[in-house]
């Protein structure tokens, strides 16, 4: 937001430095980023009148002149701007003026005829960059008058960074406010005499969005001077504000848009059939822009219409058909409040990004609308003339934000300042911001003012007390903190342990958008519902992730394509489902997920290349599991998920219950992602394995072990994990260990059949076992498995 410091202090005018209120707009959250001079270092330039203008005798494009600068002689001056005529008032540097670049005016004589001087463009002075003709100055500028006192030139432009929360400050107004509070003085009235109507003619409006246009002011103004020149105060206060002066009406509303900060329109009455409809658009209505482009609107679009066409994106930008041309007499003038959820990314969308749509995003102040009408009739009316008619108001009073009631209680303050402040210093302060204050016994009853509708609660109104009582003002305070040394529980795993143990096993954690591409998102999972965001960063960041996985194969891709051999990335973050049994029908769940791709290691001279298989993840997975210290209750079973290659993937059970998946990405997906080397991915939920069971220590055996290996022949489709489990059932307590150590396929094993070889190590904690007992142990096991999976003892 820019404007000149001059203008400000029309409104609020402390007795400070321009320095010192830079530094008050910083220190209140308005920060200053930058502070440029309005024009550049000159002097010697005063108001002047072309009496004289004559073509020069030898140069077609030259002219003499003589000009008056309010002293007894006319000054020769050679003009070579094609704008210099006779009776207009000027910018004249005389002898031994100094303009920007210390270029130093002399008398000289060109192309024969004496100069005694130089009638300056805009861009010569470092006004702007306008250099296509002289000044133009108003017919009554005071000859001889300085004209850096004349354009008010030593003012200064101030260009301030505004919060999202504080729209109110898109206006000098809202600006004038917080200096006011700030230093404690009283800032001018917002004072809007109304503009009577002259005639009775309307335009009937019809608003079919209530909720989108809760409030929507209309009025006709006829037979205004459309081609009426801007007062030159406007158009610097305009130019200063940053915005280029257009013609009368636009620059009106313009100009009401920085004083005030609300956002106005005026349309081409004769554009408009029988009257104004508030409406949303139609699926592919297409409408061509003030800028020229022409735009294909979606239902979710509010416009502004009439009973055959759109006119205009509503909060946004006018249509070309129904804009003032310079033919117009007849205006109709808009002023409404439009809902900020019913404008917010619209512009976006559209590729579109006006000062309108900026401040109708964040919202504006919804009792503004009939002041900021009144003030552009008047202006109108003073510059362009015409006749008024009736302001049409349609309201509705129930959509219209309210302003908040917030009970403020005295300990809350001191509690989050850290410092006392005295109770009749707060109510002061939360009255000069324009709030109703009620108080009694530490606790105030404050409802916020029509523009702050960023005061919704109680840290909202501490936030404004210590901002305006001044940071700087808050004594140094040694803090005393009230803490308790809470023991951390012993059968908890710590977040930050389990991503230990990934880095050492060579992960690097990722951290990844929890937006993703729905394509992409698609693909991983076909059969889940997914939440589509309302606004959208872009079309590849629109819906929210069902899991980690999205953004790490988008990673993975991001490192293949920068020749990365060796790819092993995790992340710890939420998975957004679709629930209507929670809160916002939105299952927010933690998650740990990892990816791998590539080499198995780094490459090294005494390693064989090997790339990472099913078992390398697995293995990694074991680990984190290890951590709960109950190996005997993870189970893997084989996987359904169609997202995972169906042979070489695992659902992981802990306790009987499901906590994850791990597996080699099915290869249709790799192929559709492009994916250029075969890539594993794994995802638990964090919430299952947050508890660990607690050692306890056992004494060791004295007695010795004792093995025994057996190889069975069972069906391809028997797990091994089954086989493992239901030796340690059979067992018992002295089959203390079972290992699988060998699986062979081959010559003399049926084509559906596979052979396991498995170690079963077997001792007893209070005797040496004997061969019977031993003897006894394997059979049970055996006929276990004969049993169950008719398994067979191979010879």
Known sequence: MKFSESWLREWINPEISSETLAEQLTMAGLEVDDIEKVAGDFSGVVVGKVVECMQHPNADKLRVTKVDIGKSELLDIVC???????????????????????????????????????????????????????????????????????????????????????????GIIGIARDISAVNNIVMKELKV???PATITNILPIEVNAPKAAPRYLGRVIKNINVNATTPLWMKEKLRRGGIRSI???????????LELGHPMHAFDLDQIEKGIIVRYAKENEKLVLLNGNEVKLNDKTLVIADHQKILALAGIMGGEKSGVTQSTKDVFLESAFFNPLAIIGKAREYGLHTDASHRYERGV???????????????????CGGEVGPIIDVTNQNELPTQATIELHRNKIDRIIGYQIETQKISDILNRLGCQVEYNNNVWIVKSPSWRFDLQIEEDLVEEIARIYGYNNIPNANLKIESVMKPKPENKISLRRIKDLLVDRGY?????????????????????????????????????????????????????????????????????????????????????????????????????KKNVDFYDLKGDIELILSLLGCADNVLFKKSQLSTLHPGQSAVIYLNGELIGYFGVLHPEIEKKLSLNSKTLVFEINLAKISEKKIPVAQDLSKYPSNKRDIAIIVSNTVPAADIISECKKA???????VNLFDVYQGENIKQDQKSLAISLILQDKSRTLEEEDITNIVSKCVIALQNRFKALLRE
């Open 193 to 195: 005499d109304n503009v």
């Open 80 to 170: 070579g701007a094609p704008n210099c005529r006779q009776g207009l008032t000027v910018a004249c540097a005389t002898v031994g003026a100094i303009l920007p670049g210390d270029f130093k005016i002399k008398a000289a004589k060109l192309r024969g005829e004496p100069s005694e001087g130089m009638l300056c463009s805009y861009s010569e002075l470092g006004i702007s960059d306008d250099h296509n003709g002289i000044i133009e100055l108003p017919d009554d500028a005071p000859l001889g008058m300085d004209i850096r006192e004349y354009l008010n030139l030593n003012d200064v432009i101030i260009d301030i960074s505004v919060t999202p929360n504080r729209s109110d400050c898109f």
């Open 365 to 383: 102040d919804p009792a503004l609308q009939f002041a900021a009408m009144e003030r552009a009739s008047q202006l109108l009316i003073e510059i």
């Open 508 to 608: 690097q954690e990722a951290v990844t958008y929890s937006f993703v591409d729905p394509k992409i998102q698609q693909i991983l999972h076909p059969e889940q519902a997914e939440i589509t965001l309302p606004n959208p960063i872009s079309s590849e960041m629109s819906v929210m992730r069902l899991s980690l996985w999205s953004g790490l194969l988008d990673a993975v891709l991001y490192n293949q394509n920068r020749q990365q051999t060796r790819i092993r990335l995790f992340e710890t973050g939420l998975r957004f489902i679709p629930d209507e049994k929670c809160e916002f029908g939105v299952r927010q769940e933690l998650m740990l997920s990892g990816i791998v791709s590539g080499n198995l290691y780094e490459e090294h001279w005494g390693l064989p």
């Open 731 to 737: 067992g018992g307590e002295q089959l203390v260990k």
């Open 247 to 257: 013609d009368a009406v636009v620059d009106i509303t313009n100009y009401v848009l």
